[in-house]
C-alpha cells in the first residue's frame, strides 16, 4: 500500500507539471499567431481583429506604448518567453515583457495610467501578461488565464486509490493465506506429533519446496517413532528376560537356613522386582496407544480423591462442578494419582485446586511437607531418581512415579514444575491446554 501511495504521488506531481506546461505552451502558441496574424495585414484592420480574437479570458489590445516595462525571472515567465523566441525569426519580433499574476481575484486588469485597461476573469486561475511590439513599433499586450490542472486529491483519484488499494489488500491476504496455510499445518503437525509420535503423516502436497520440507517431517517422525518402539521393545525384554533368573534366586533363598539373611535376600528380590514392574509400567506408558475421548476431568480427580478418602487420606479439594476435556483417561487418572500420593507419602495430607483458564486448564497440588532442594526440582523428574538413597521401597519407592507423570502430561502437551513453599511445602502445578 505505501508503494502504491508513492507512486501514485510521483505520477500526481509528473501529470501536473506536464498540464502546466502544456498550459503555458499553448499560451505561447496562441500569442504567437496573433502576432503573426497582426503583422501581415495593414495597421487600420489591426484593432478589428484584436477585437474579434478577444474571450473572456483571452484579452488582445492594441498600444503605441508597452503596457510592461520589465519581465519577472520566474522558471514559468522565462518558459514562455523562450518558446516565443523559438516561434518567431529575429527580425519578425521585437522586444517581449512577460509578467504572472500568482493572486486569486476576481479578475486582474492590464493597465498604464488611464489611457488603457486590459480585464480579464481570472479566478481561480493564474493571470500571464505578455507584451510584444509588432515590426511597425506598434504594442501588442495580451493578458490570459492560465488553467490549473485538478487537484489530485479528486473525488475520482480517491475512489480509483481507494478502489486499488483494496484489489491490493485482497490479492496480499489471499497470497499471504497461501504462504503460511502450509506453515500453520507444519505447526499442529508438531503439537500433535509432541503429544503422539504415531500421529498420522503430513500429506505431501504443494510446490517442491514444501513436499520436501514435508517428507523431510515425515521421515523424522519415522525416526522418532523407531526409535521409541525399540526402546519400549527393549525396556520390555530386559524386564521380562529378568523374571527367570529372579524367580531362581527367589527360591534358592528360601534355602539359606540364617533366617535374617535370607529375609534380606528376599526384601532385594522383592525390590528388584518392584523395579522391574515399574520400569514395565513406564515402557508401556510411552508406548500407550489409548485412544483420545472427551471426559469430565473434575470427576476424574473427585474419583481419585474418593479413593484416598476411602484409605483413611483426606484430600483438601476445590474443583468445579463439571468440566470437559480431551484426554487419555487411564492415563491421566495414573499421572495424578502419582502427584497426589506422593504429598500424602512425605507430607501425610495434600490439597487440591482446579482452575478453568481461556486456553488451559491449571491444576495445583499442595503439600506442607519438607520440600525439595532447590537443585533437585527437575531431577526428581529423571527415571530411577529419589531423594531418599537407601532404596528401601517402603521410604522412597522406584523412583518412577513422578517420571510417568510428567510423561503423560507432556504427551498431553502439558508442563508440570514443582516449586518449594514457605515457609514449608511442596506445589506441583500442571498446565493442560485446551
Not at 508503494?3 to 505561447?28: G, K, P, V
Request: proline share 5%; with cysteine.
Amino acid at each position: 500500500m505505501f508503494s502504491h501511495l508513492i507512486s501514485m504521488l510521483i505520477y500526481s506531481s509528473d501529470r501536473t507539471h506536464i498540464l502546466n506546461q502544456m498550459s503555458r505552451h499553448h499560451i505561447a502558441q496562441r500569442v504567437a499567431s496573433v502576432s503573426r496574424l497582426l503583422n501581415k495585414i495593414p495597421a487600420a484592420d489591426r484593432a478589428f481583429i484584436a477585437t474579434s480574437l478577444s474571450e473572456p479570458s483571452f484579452r488582445i489590445i492594441l498600444t503605441t506604448a508597452s503596457m510592461l516595462t520589465y519581465s519577472d525571472t520566474t522558471a514559468q515567465t522565462l518558459e514562455i518567453k523562450r518558446f516565443l523566441t523559438e516561434k518567431f525569426k529575429p527580425d519578425t519580433i521585437g522586444p517581449v515583457f512577460i509578467q504572472i499574476n500568482n493572486g486569486r481575484t476576481t479578475n486582474d486588469t492590464l493597465h498604464t495610467g488611464a489611457a488603457a485597461t486590459l480585464k480579464v476573469e481570472s479566478s481561480p486561475h493564474q493571470i500571464v501578461k505578455i507584451t510584444v511590439q509588432l515590426r511597425d513599433k506598434q504594442w501588442l499586450n495580451i493578458a490570459s488565464s492560465i488553467p490549473e490542472s485538478p487537484p489530485f486529491w479528486s473525488q475520482r483519484a480517491i475512489f480509483s486509490i481507494s478502489l486499488m488499494g483494496l484489489l491490493i489488500v485482497i490479492l496480499t491476504v489471499w497470497v499471504v493465506r497461501r504462504l503460511t496455510t502450509p506453515l500453520r499445518e507444519f505447526v499442529h503437525a508438531a503439537e500433535r506429533l509432541g503429544k503422539d509420535v504415531h500421529a498420522p503423516s503430513l500429506p505431501v502436497k504443494g510446490v517442491v519446496e514444501l513436499q520436501q520440507a514435508t517428507q523431510a517431517f515425515n521421515k523424522m517422525q519415522g525416526r522418532l517413532q523407531r526409535f521409541i518402539d525399540n526402546r519400549t521393545h527393549m525396556l520390555a525384554a530386559i524386564s521380562h528376560d529378568l523374571r527367570t533368573p529372579i524367580t531362581l534366586l527367589r527360591l534358592r533363598s528360601e534355602f539359606i537356613e540364617e533366617e535374617e539373611e535370607r529375609k534380606k535376600s528376599i526384601a532385594t528380590l522383592d525390590e528388584m522386582e518392584n523395579m522391574i514392574a515399574s520400569t514395565l509400567q513406564l515402557a508401556r506408558e510411552n508406548s500407550r496407544t489409548e485412544p483420545n475421548k472427551t471426559v469430565d476431568i473434575s470427576a476424574l480427580l473427585e474419583s481419585i480423591c474418593l479413593d484416598l478418602d476411602d484409605r483413611g487420606l483426606i484430600t483438601e479439594r476445590k474443583l468445579p462442578d463439571r468440566l470437559l476435556y480431551k484426554c487419555r483417561s487411564t492415563s491421566m487418572k495414573r499421572a495424578f494419582s502419582n502427584i497426589i500420593e506422593n504429598a500424602f507419602k512425605y507430607a501425610g495430607n495434600a490439597r487440591l485446586q482446579m482452575t478453568q483458564k481461556k486456553t488451559a486448564i491449571e491444576v495445583v497440588i499442595e503439600d506442607d511437607g519438607p520440600g525439595i532442594p532447590a537443585t533437585k526440582l527437575q531431577e526428581v523428574f529423571s527415571p530411577f531418581y529419589r531423594l531418599e538413597p537407601s532404596r528401601n521401597q517402603q521410604t522412597g519407592g522406584s523412583g518412577l512415579g513422578l517420571s510417568i507423570s510428567q510423561s503423560i502430561i507432556h504427551a498431553h502437551g502439558g508442563e508440570i514444575t514443582l516449586s518449594n513453599l514457605r515457609p514449608k511445602g511442596l506445589r506441583a502445578h500442571i498446565t493442560l491446554p485446551r
